[in-house]
């Protein structure tokens, strides 16, 4: 059989099995979504949301990029995060990337790789304003992953400085802002203890990022 062929087989059979076990799965879908949560995650094939979280469909809105970005000037992103909050009125955004990212590891190998670098610059800035702390991490794949976790953090912030979310905080509107991290050799989800829940924490989460890595190069070299 056919790739796409099988495909499609496969779509069928698992629809004839949702609707064995409860005939008013898909009525009931089509009819509404009420997610609680927005998951902005990586592109890649292995991290899957609904999956990683045990969520059925309609359970979880998803967006999903290379390496887990929120650029300001991304209008899919922010419309996404738009539609989240005003329409479905989500109480938490996650931002999850994974170990082993291949949008980190091109940021940080140096080399050319076309247009993609020019996505990618957001985790080269993170990189460079972090590089004290990756520099004296000598096992290059521990440094990638400390990459990872970094980027999460800069990705959580980004979206705490929109617009968006901003106007949502001033008109009350309950919402966090979360930061995971997702291991592809366990299928766990690490929490990175980032919960920002309004303007003053993310004043504090702020400060922290700024100025943590300089407060880690010094503990480290003490």
Same mark, same amino acid.
């Not at 991290?47 to 045990?54: E, H, K």
């Given at each position: 059989?056919?790739? $796409?062929?099988? =495909?499609?087989?496969?779509?069928?059979?698992?629809? !004839?099995? $949702?609707? #064995?076990?409860?005939?008013?799965?898909?009525?009931?879908?089509?009819? %509404?979504?009420?997610?609680?949560?927005?998951?902005?995650?990586?592109?890649? #094939?292995?991290? #899957? *949301?609904?999956?990683?979280?045990?969520?059925?469909?309609?359970?979880?809105?998803?967006?999903?990029?290379?390496?887990?970005?929120?650029?300001?000037?991304?209008?899919?992103?922010?419309?996404?995060? %738009?539609?989240?909050?005003?329409?479905?009125? &989500?109480?938490?955004? &996650?931002?999850?990337?994974?170990?082993?990212?291949?949008?980190?590891?091109? *940021?940080?190998?140096?080399?050319?790789?076309?247009?993609?670098?020019?996505? /990618?610059?957001? $985790?080269?800035?993170?990189?460079?304003?972090?590089?004290?702390?990756?520099? *004296?991490?000598?096992?290059?794949?521990?440094?990638?992953?400390?990459?990872?976790? =970094?980027?999460?953090?800069?990705?959580?912030?980004?979206?705490?400085?929109?617009?968006?979310? /901003?106007?949502?905080?001033?008109?009350? %509107?309950?919402?966090?802002?979360?930061?995971?991290?997702?291991?592809?050799?366990?299928? /766990?989800?690490?929490? %990175?203890? $980032?919960?920002? #829940?309004?303007?003053?924490? /993310? !004043?504090?989460?702020?400060?922290?990022?700024?100025?943590?890595?300089?407060?880690?190069?010094?503990?480290?070299?003490?």
């Amino acid at each position: 059989m056919k790739y $796409i062929d099988q =495909l499609l087989e496969n779509n069928r059979r698992w629809s !004839e099995q $949702i609707r #064995s076990q409860d005939p008013n799965f898909f009525p009931d879908l089509a009819s %509404q979504q009420s997610p609680r949560s927005l998951w902005i995650g990586c592109a890649d #094939s292995r991290v #899957s *949301a609904n999956t990683i979280v045990g969520l059925a469909p309609g359970e979880i809105f998803v967006h999903r990029n290379v390496a887990n970005l929120v650029v300001h000037t991304d209008m899919n992103c922010l419309s996404v995060i %738009q539609f989240a909050l005003e329409v479905l009125k &989500i109480e938490h955004i &996650i931002v999850c990337g994974h170990y082993g990212c291949g949008g980190v590891i091109a *940021a940080l190998d140096g080399r050319r790789h076309g247009l993609i670098d020019n996505w /990618l610059r957001n $985790i080269q800035d993170t990189a460079n304003h972090c590089r004290e702390e990756l520099d *004296a991490i000598a096992d290059k794949t521990a440094r990638i992953d400390r990459l990872c976790e =970094l980027n999460v953090s800069r990705q959580v912030l980004n979206v705490c400085e929109t617009t968006l979310v /901003l106007d949502a905080w001033n008109r009350g %509107q309950n919402l966090t802002i979360h930061g995971w991290i997702y291991g592809l050799k366990d299928g /766990l989800v690490r929490d %990175q203890n $980032i919960s920002i #829940s309004g303007e003053e924490g /993310l !004043e504090q989460f702020r400060a922290d990022f700024i100025f943590n890595t300089k407060r880690h190069s010094a503990a480290d070299s003490a």
